[in-house]
């Protein structure tokens, strides 16, 4: 079953279109990173997903209905950013409290473990938290709420590197005890890879692509060696990055034979997600060195 | 205990970590292996990703299934994951070892006799 | 894991507990003026003096708690604007709501805001009294309370409606801010344009709305009134704030 779908989904922003046409679906029960630049369109698309913001055109399903002014997506639904803030008058316990008057299948005693494993005391005051702490503390508003659709928007803003293995072994195992759907923004795909099955990368308003994990890994690959015999060998718009520095270097989509990259003496290295992830959402091939070719 | 340089697809690290854990007999001919959540737990990885490592083993016959019980290590386990090491992962490191020594220009002979020299200091280490 | 259905009463019982439990500002804001007001009336009051008769001079002081009634109309009014800003409005979608539930828990939270407001104005005219009883009226000085049960409960009631309609008004404004932005200055010139150009003509507006409420004779008619007032200036709230988006 699909939780989420978008059929030529438009969102125009002061004239801009932040989605332009995205179609995708996410399956149920799984765990779908969003990647993409600063700008790209991922806030935007979560927050529709959410039922915050209106499209403005195409279709976009979740749980079979419109998310917009939809009750039952809101009981079904968590949205966790760095922006949530809270009235001052409730105490983070208080807080804790009231979300599990709303959400169906808060877990009050999960959020209670997180709560003083990550050292909270029950009559702070949530604007009065750090960074960091204040996104610790969404966090566990997200995972107790045990909902079907769970979202996270870069949810490990200010987090220390302690904190972020905490965060997402904690969401493996709550997870696995609870499967859902999860969607988890993020800039550091290199920290969240391991827990995601699914890619999706969108860049320019667009879905540039929609892989498995590993489909995503396998999806392109290092070459090295002279110039003339790897454009022998792949198309230069499969191209994805090329860089001079110390004989030819592209990285280049997996669709050549590497038995012949081989014969050619060709060298072939993998390439880490995260590096696809810049390469693959570049605007040019070579990066900002291209911005200071002056030939 | 996986390769945290992120170039190795994930499933593939599992498969070759449980292989390991059968050559060295943790895990025996006819024993249940992990389940895709208990691999998924003991290493922070996604679920779906594990049961494509298991389901390696299960094309390749190391594992084989009981249905609803999970999977099992066949008998031949052993020997198929030695085979396959030897035909696969040997002979890429030969072939490494052959392409390098080509850059070094290295006369022929000299590479045999470098694997020759760390064959003997291992077996003295041994002694 | 499983879809849950919840009902909409459900969520709006649950938006009002939670509006009462976080939007404390509210009442401490309005027990700040009322007090204000009881001191202000304590100090201030109107008065009129007589001349001697047989050598007796007389003072006639009113005490009375309609400086509270007045400051207690004007709390309402700005926070149920204030209540329309991203602030107050962004902390319902952290959790369940959609625009329907969420305008339908602010319009209980403000009757409910009218009622603390008016008893406690109610009853700060009873403060105000005895306060000057204990103080103020010294030997020679005599102290009449005029208390009649009837009339103080139906003003106790006239004072709910009116605050509840002044929240109405507020909570429309606000919600036409929010939606236009730039209504926050066209409105004020355009009203008070309105009203100074319709003087200027002679046609004194703001008494003849002061009279249309406040001078009905029949309390059944005044309270349909401001029922009606207040159901249609929801009723426009609600309809334009449907389609707003959240968290921007």
């Given at each position: ?295 | ?127 | ?76 009014f700005?926070?149920s604007?204030?209540?329309t ?18 305008n339908?828990?602010?319009i209980?939270?403000l ?53 509840f309609m002044l929240g109405s008004f507020g909570y429309f404004i606000g919600i036409l ?49 401001v029922i009606g007032s207040a159901g249609v200036l929801f009723a426009a709230a609600i309809l334009i704030s ?7």
């Amino acid at each position: 079953m699909n939780v989420i779908e978008c059929k030529q989904l438009v969102k125009m922003q002061r004239n801009q279109k932040t989605l332009d046409h995205v179609n995708f679906s996410i399956k149920e029960n799984t765990i779908t990173g969003l990647i993409g630049r600063n700008g790209a369109g991922k806030t935007t698309l979560l927050k529709i997903i959410a039922g915050y913001w209106r499209k403005t055109a195409g279709d976009i399903n979740v749980f079979g209905v419109n998310p917009f002014n939809s009750l039952f997506v809101s009981a079904n639904t968590i949205f966790v950013d760095d922006q949530m803030s809270f009235s001052n008058s409730l105490s983070l316990l208080d807080l804790l409290e009231e979300a599990g008057r709303f959400y169906p299948n808060w877990d009050m005693s999960l959020a209670k473990r997180l709560f003083d494993y990550f050292g909270f005391l029950p009559n702070q005051i949530h604007e009065n938290l750090s960074k960091g702490k204040k996104s610790t503390f969404n966090m566990i508003i997200g995972l107790a709420a045990h909902c079907p659709l769970t979202i996270f928007d870069e949810p490990t803003t200010g987090m220390d590197v302690s904190v972020r293995k905490d965060f997402y072994r904690a969401l493996l195992k709550d997870y696995l005890e609870h499967p859902r759907t999860i969607i988890i923004s993020s800039h550091h795909l290199e920290e969240v890879e391991d827990l995601l099955e699914d890619i999706l990368l969108i860049k320019d308003g667009r879905v540039h692509l929609h892989l498995t994990v590993d489909g995503f890994k396998e999806y392109a690959v290092g070459l090295r060696g002279n110039s003339a015999l790897i454009y022998q060998l792949v198309n230069e718009e499969d191209v994805l990055y090329t860089n001079r520095v110390g004989g030819e270097y592209v990285i280049v989509k997996n669709t050549f034979s590497h038995q012949q990259a081989k014969r050619l003496g060709l060298e072939i290295s993998p390439v880490t997600p995260n590096d696809l992830c810049v390469y693959l959402t570049n605007t040019t091939k070579g990066g900002i060195d291209d911005v200071f070719k002056t030939s | 205990m996986l390769n945290t340089d992120h170039t190795k697809p994930i499933y593939i690290q599992i498969a070759e970590w449980l292989e390991t854990e059968i050559l060295n007999g943790n895990l025996k001919v006819d024993e249940k292996v992990y389940s895709q959540y208990k691999l998924a737990e003991m290493f922070t990885i996604n679920p779906a990703t594990a049961a494509k490592g298991l389901n390696l083993l299960y094309e390749e016959d190391i594992l084989y299934n009981k249905r609803g019980l999970g999977k099992f290590v066949t008998k031949d386990a052993k020997e198929i994951i030695v085979n396959k090491r030897k035909n696969q992962k040997l002979k890429n490191l030969i072939e490494e070892l052959v392409l390098e020594s080509e850059r070094l220009e290295m006369r022929d002979g000299e590479l045999m006799e470098m694997v020759q020299a760390v064959i003997m200091e291992k077996r003295e280490e041994g002694k | 894991m499983s879809l849950k259905q919840v009902s909409e009463s459900k969520i709006i019982k649950n938006q009002l507990l939670f509006k009462l439990n976080s939007f404390t500002g509210v009442f401490t804001s309005m027990l700040a003026l009322q007090l204000l007001a009881i001191f202000m009336s304590y100090y201030g009051s109107s008065s009129m003096g007589g001349g001697g008769v047989y050598g007796i001079s007389y003072t006639f002081s009113y005490y009375s708690a309609n400086v509270v009634i007045a400051f207690t109309f004007l709390w309402i009014f700005v926070n149920s604007i204030l209540i329309t800003t991203r602030a107050y409005k962004e902390d319902d979608f952290h959790f369940v709501t959609n625009r329907m539930t969420q305008n339908l828990s602010n319009i209980l939270f403000l009757f409910v805001a009218s009622l603390i407001g008016a008893v406690t104005a109610m009853l700060s005219s009873f403060l105000v009294k005895i306060l000057i009883y204990f103080f103020k009226a010294t030997k020679g000085n005599y102290l009449a309370v005029d208390l009649n049960a009837l009339e103080w409960f139906t003003g106790l009631a006239a004072t709910i409606l009116i605050l509840f309609m002044l929240g109405s008004f507020g909570y429309f404004i606000g919600i036409l801010v929010q939606w236009y932005k730039k209504l926050a200055i066209i409105l004020p010139v355009v009203l008070i344009g309105t009203v100074m150009a319709l003087a200027s003509q002679g046609h004194y507006i703001l008494p003849e709305i002061i009279e249309f409420y406040f001078m009905e004779h029949s309390f059944i008619v005044f309270l349909l009134k401001v029922i009606g007032s207040a159901g249609v200036l929801f009723a426009a709230a609600i309809l334009i704030s449907n389609q707003q988006e959240v968290r921007k």
